[in-house]
């Protein structure tokens, strides 16, 4: 079955650093690969989104990777922030699918 | 403009009760999608609604959950009767109508269902 793997330790780094977080798959190949930001008692936030034919997408401080061989993608936070501080989902999305699948995400906090 | 919300925010029922959650997506969006979130696990798909008719439902979890999108605006999401693995938070999510390429999901705040 398809399965998404997201390090569900908790990612403590320092203010002004880069995080990153890493979304493995298994079992199936996505035609997209979306990143999400959740705050607690919010619903998830749209950030990026990654095609299959993408190497890398970049939208501001962040930046997202998509290695099909791997079948891995990274999302990376430069010049963290404390208000960076959320929960990141991974969904990565076979084509011609509407449907959402959702890692279980990691929970990223940035200190001053 | 109005994002995604929900009705009600928490809802606290016993075994056997029946709770009706509800959802308005924005404005002008086809695309309705339910989603949940129970305890330690991923947020996972429920159901897909275009307009008012289902368009996948694969992720219902069985008869007692029944989801109505009457005239293609809000929808809602009855369980009936609530057990207690029922608990969790319910998403609901809007998009734009597709045309072949990747249109954003909108979500709402959740509904945080607890039966007791």
């Known amino acids: 079955s398809q399965k998404i793997e997201q390090n569900s330790e908790a990612l403590n780094i320092q203010e002004g650093k880069t995080a990153t977080l890493t979304c493995n798959y298994t079992?199936?190949?996505?035609?997209?690969l979306q990143w999400y930001r959740q705050d607690p008692g919010r619903g998830p936030v749209f950030l990026l989104l990654?095609?299959?034919?993408?190497k890398e997408k970049r939208k501001e401080r962040l930046k997202v990777t998509f290695d099909t061989t791997l079948k891995q993608s990274l999302f990376h936070i430069t010049a963290s922030q404390p208000a960076d501080s959320a929960t990141y989902l991974c969904a990565p999305r076979p084509g011609g699918y509407n449907k959402l699948i959702f890692g279980a995400g990691t929970r990223l906090a940035v200190h001053p | 403009e109005a994002g995604v919300t929900q009705f009600p925010s928490h809802s606290v029922i016993e075994k056997g009760q029946t709770v009706t959650l509800r959802c308005d997506p924005i404005s002008g969006h086809d695309n309705l999608y339910w989603y949940r979130r129970v305890m330690g696990k991923e947020i996972k798909f429920l159901l897909h609604?275009?307009?008012?008719?289902?368009?996948?439902e694969s992720g219902m979890p069985n008869n007692r959950f029944l989801a109505e999108r009457t005239g293609g605006t809000y929808s809602t999401l009855k369980v009936q009767p609530a057990e207690l693995e029922d608990s969790g938070v319910y998403f609901c999510a809007s998009s734009q109508a597709s045309s072949g390429s990747y249109n954003e999901q909108f979500f709402g705040p959740g509904t945080r269902l607890t039966v007791l």
């Open positions: 609604f275009v307009k008012e008719s289902k368009q996948d």
């Open positions: 079992n199936y190949s996505p035609a997209y």
């Open positions: 990654i095609r299959e034919n993408e």
